[in-house]
């Protein structure tokens, strides 16, 4: 018989986050929920008596570095030490995880975080098989207890879950319906960030454009925009993720007249296909689609766009995929994330013929790689000789450069021979100044601190 786990002995935690930004500002809450608890963070599993993985189950290859984690430490489960499946893939297997990994003692789902502290207790108490599955559609998850990882960026959750059915995609089967948060919490969040010295925020959804204010005041996602850009002490905000079938012009208007909203929008398109598009139940055009970019490259601002490409959908032919092509080149992505097609579970497209080989996803994966990097190669050259201000995240001693990323979400790394000890990222970290540009590559730039310069 195993004897119960004594409080003093679950004192300790450690957590590792997989996938999106989503996950890691759940990770965020998750942590401020389990430090009110009384736990202590340590930074090795090995250390830990309770570990926790907040996992993401929109690839594969996602899922299976979780299982692989969990393998890793099976001989080390028993009386000292518990283990939790968090976020996606646990709502997603439920409690076949206690099949596939039987050490496994806590199975939840981000939309039972709120219940984490019953959760905690019941696996204080002894309870060896602990679930929060349960997709609550009445409410988001929102704790006064986040710990906020980066110093200089916070993450705001504005909208949960998904009301699209996108053929190969299992979020509304892990996260539930969409659900907004009332434009006065996003507001008095956002507004209490300053108070902590905070200058930059993200607003975070799975679709954050579908953002509707279920409260009277009834703002859509521009006006939320609009307003948090206003807010006294915000320098930039950043929102992601969009939706095309939602994106809308009043979002472009909105970053055009307030220099607050960064001039980056992230546009997932998935396919230049038409006919792939239908397949995926995207819900738009490759045509629609290019209304929406043809309204950023009008803007008086320049936006940087970014998106995401499925290769190898079933049924996507080589004329299908020439379309993708042809879509980056018109377009000229600032970057793209890229991934082959993978079967995911409760997903339409399983039931869909025509299935891609294996090594033909690699194939079309690699050729749509090496025209994206000679296309950002393109794109990034342009910014030698000009200044970009930069938010500046820290310092590298390897490189003996500052870390910086500009409005545009580009990586900036600088120096200034007037400042070369490391310890003056201590002085500019989380500040804004202006660097001239110098050199380029295809993921970042490079350049030196402009002589004249400001920081704030």
């Not at 000890?421 to 590559?441: C, F, H």
Request: include cysteine.
């Amino acid at each position: 018989m195993t004897l119960p786990v004594t409080i003093d002995r679950m004192k300790t935690f450690y957590i590792e986050t997989f996938g999106c930004q989503m996950n890691a500002h759940d990770s965020e809450k998750v942590v401020g929920t389990l430090l009110q608890q009384g736990y202590e963070r340590v930074e090795s599993p090995e250390q830990a008596q309770l570990v926790l993985y907040n996992t993401c189950s929109i690839r594969d290859k996602a899922e299976q570095k979780v299982f692989s984690r969990l393998q890793q430490f099976k001989r080390g489960a028993g009386k000292d030490k518990l283990f939790g499946v968090l976020g996606c893939v646990a709502q997603q297997e439920g409690e076949r995880i206690f099949d596939r990994a039987p050490h496994v003692n806590l199975v939840a789902g981000s939309a039972s975080y709120t219940k984490l502290p019953e959760m905690l207790v019941q696996l204080e108490t002894g309870n060896r098989r602990v679930t929060g599955l349960d997709l609550d559609t009445g409410e988001t998850f929102d704790t006064p207890f986040t710990r906020r990882d980066n110093p200089h960026r916070a993450y705001i959750t504005i909208i949960e879950g998904c009301d699209k059915a996108c053929a190969y995609c299992v979020v509304p089967f892990t996260r539930g319906p969409e659900r907004s948060r009332t434009s006065e919490s996003v507001m008095r969040e956002a507004k209490s960030l300053t108070e902590l010295g905070y200058t930059e925020i993200q607003l975070l959804g799975q679709n954050v454009n579908s953002y509707r204010d279920p409260s009277p005041h009834a703002w859509d996602f521009a006006k939320l925009l609009a307003n948090a850009g206003a807010i006294p002490g915000i320098r930039r905000v950043r929102f992601t993720t969009s939706h095309p079938r939602d994106f809308v012009k009043s979002i472009v208007d909105a970053i055009d007249e307030n220099p607050a909203l960064c001039n980056h929008v992230h546009l997932p398109v998935q396919s230049g296909s038409t006919s792939v598009l239908s397949r995926m139940q995207r819900l738009y055009s490759r045509d629609e689609y290019m209304r929406r970019i043809e309204w950023m490259k009008n803007a008086r601002r320049d936006i940087a766009i970014t998106t995401d490409i499925i290769v190898g959908f079933p049924g996507e032919t080589e004329a299908d995929f020439h379309q993708t092509m042809q879509l980056a080149e018109e377009i000229e992505y600032d970057s793209m994330f890229i991934f082959k097609y993978s079967k995911r579970p409760n997903t339409s497209a399983l039931q869909l013929e025509d299935q891609i080989p294996e090594d033909e996803k690699t194939r079309r994966l690699m050729l749509l790689q090496e025209r994206q990097r000679a296309i950002q190669m393109r794109r990034n050259g342009r910014y030698v000789g000009k200044t970009e201000e930069v938010h500046v995240e820290g310092y590298n001693v390897a490189t003996g450069q500052w870390i910086g990323r500009t409005s545009q979400n580009k990586t900036l790394n600088f120096s200034d021979a007037a400042l070369p000890a490391p310890r003056e990222a201590e002085t500019l970290g989380g500040k804004y100044t202006n660097v001239l540009v110098t050199r380029s590559g295809p993921n970042s730039l490079a350049g030196e601190r402009a002589r004249e310069v400001y920081v704030q």
